[in-house]
């Protein structure tokens, strides 16, 4: 039985049909990334699943159950937005969120130890979240979306403006998360991030996947082994030079990208390309960043 399962949906928002015929599965235990553009109908997806709001038409299950029926138990959800009570200390916040999810007390506590112990929040026991960093908050944040002890997390965009640090320290939790056992929805616009996190990943685009898979899967979509981004003077000579080498060009943001059909080092990349005027080669290898515009740029 899959963790999530929605299928059909439709979503109209003002006069823009937002979701059309979507339709994603998440297997238990895996990280799944849903990916797109900002306005691409994440968060509406998300709260679709969280039974926030209601789909125009499909279906949605969470452990084979309704997501009316489901939600509030199995599913835990960390928004984009830190959703805390600024003035009170972390634990007193998961307190405040089990007494509402109608934990009994002494269960409360011992839950509100155990997730102290999981996000390191010992050191900031009388310390207002208010006082806490970006990333702490993050981290209370993520922690309070626990305190029911779901089955299911969601993380809209769990690392958005936190340091590059802080970020790191959230794919430790988060890594850790998943070996527990937790199913877990992602979204980020941070391609790294979902590289390192994701079992797979769906691109969402004009309402619906436009493509999903396990990283390798996607990463596949680019016709290259490797990726030289190629600066000079004379772009012509470089694409007619790529066009007798028999590599494909792609324009990464106003950058002329080669794609090379199988591995090389940078002094055979050069070596290929000299004669054209080259002021500088970047060699990279083949990204989620790289998949990602592929789709986007419809290729
Ligand atoms: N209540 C609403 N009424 C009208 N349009 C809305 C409403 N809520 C969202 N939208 C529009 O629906 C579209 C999808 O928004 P959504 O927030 O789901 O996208 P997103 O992929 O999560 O974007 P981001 O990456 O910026 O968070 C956007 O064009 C947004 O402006």
Same mark, same amino acid.
């Given at each position: 039985?899959?963790?999530?399962?929605?299928?059909?949906?439709?979503?109209?928002?003002?006069?823009? =049909?937002?979701?059309?015929?979507?339709?994603?599965?998440?297997?238990?235990?895996?990280?799944?990334?849903?990916?797109?553009?900002?306005?691409?109908?994440?968060?509406?997806?998300?709260?679709?699943? &969280?039974?926030?709001?209601?789909?125009? =038409?499909? %279906?949605?299950?969470?452990?084979?159950?309704?997501?009316?029926?489901?939600? =509030?138990?199995?599913?835990?959800? &960390?928004?984009?937005?830190?959703?805390?009570?600024?003035?009170?200390?972390?634990?007193?916040?998961? =307190?405040?969120?089990?007494?509402?999810?109608?934990?009994?007390?002494?269960?409360?506590?011992?839950?509100?130890?155990?997730?102290?112990?999981?996000?390191?929040?010992?050191?900031?026991?009388?310390?207002?979240?208010?006082?806490?960093?970006?990333?702490?908050?993050?981290?209370?944040?993520?922690?309070?979306?626990?305190?029911?002890?779901? %089955?299911?997390?969601?993380?809209?965009?769990?690392?958005?403006?936190?340091?590059?640090?802080?970020?790191?320290?959230?794919?430790?939790?988060?890594?850790?998360?998943?070996?527990?056992?937790?199913?877990?929805?992602?979204?980020?616009?941070?391609?790294?991030?979902?590289?390192?996190?994701?079992?797979?990943?769906?691109?969402?685009?004009?309402?619906?996947?436009?493509?999903?898979?396990?990283?390798?899967?996607?990463?596949?979509?680019?016709?290259?082994?490797?990726?030289?981004?190629?600066?000079?003077?004379?772009?012509?000579?470089?694409?007619?030079?790529?066009?007798?080498?028999?590599?494909?060009?792609?324009?990464?943001?106003?950058?002329?990208? &080669?794609?090379?059909?199988?591995?090389?080092?940078?002094?055979?990349?050069?070596?290929?390309?000299?004669?054209?005027?080259? %002021?500088?080669?970047?060699?990279?290898?083949?990204?989620?960043?790289?998949?990602?515009?592929?789709?986007?740029?419809?290729?």
């Amino acid at each position: 039985m899959s963790a999530v399962r929605l299928a059909d949906i439709d979503k109209t928002l003002g006069a823009r =049909r937002v979701l059309d015929g979507l339709n994603l599965t998440i297997e238990q235990g895996e990280i799944y990334g849903l990916l797109g553009p900002n306005g691409s109908g994440k968060s509406t997806a998300i709260n679709i699943l &969280c039974n926030l709001l209601d789909p125009d =038409r499909g %279906t949605v299950e969470i452990d084979g159950r309704p997501a009316s029926a489901a939600a =509030r138990t199995a599913l835990g959800i &960390c928004p984009q937005d830190i959703a805390l009570y600024r003035d009170l200390y972390p634990a007193e916040n998961l =307190r405040f969120f089990a007494e509402i999810y109608g934990l009994a007390p002494g269960h409360a506590s011992r839950r509100i130890a155990e997730l102290v112990g999981l996000f390191g929040l010992e050191t900031f026991a009388r310390t207002p979240v208010a006082a806490l960093s970006g990333g702490w908050q993050r981290r209370v944040n993520i922690a309070v979306a626990l305190v029911h002890a779901p %089955t299911l997390l969601v993380l809209d965009e769990p690392t958005a403006a936190v340091d590059v640090k802080a970020r790191q320290e959230l794919w430790l939790i988060i890594e850790a998360l998943k070996k527990q056992g937790m199913t877990i929805l992602l979204t980020t616009h941070h391609l790294e991030e979902a590289e390192r996190l994701c079992s797979r990943v769906g691109i969402l685009k004009d309402g619906r996947l436009a493509r999903e898979g396990t990283i390798a899967e996607i990463l596949a979509l680019v016709p290259a082994q490797a990726i030289a981004l190629v600066d000079g003077p004379d772009p012509e000579k470089v694409r007619a030079r790529a066009r007798e080498l028999g590599w494909a060009l792609r324009d990464y943001a106003g950058r002329m990208a &080669c794609l090379l059909p199988q591995q090389a080092s940078l002094e055979e990349t050069a070596l290929a390309l000299r004669g054209v005027g080259a %002021t500088s080669i970047n060699l990279q290898r083949v990204s989620l960043e790289h998949a990602y515009l592929e789709v986007m740029q419809g290729a």
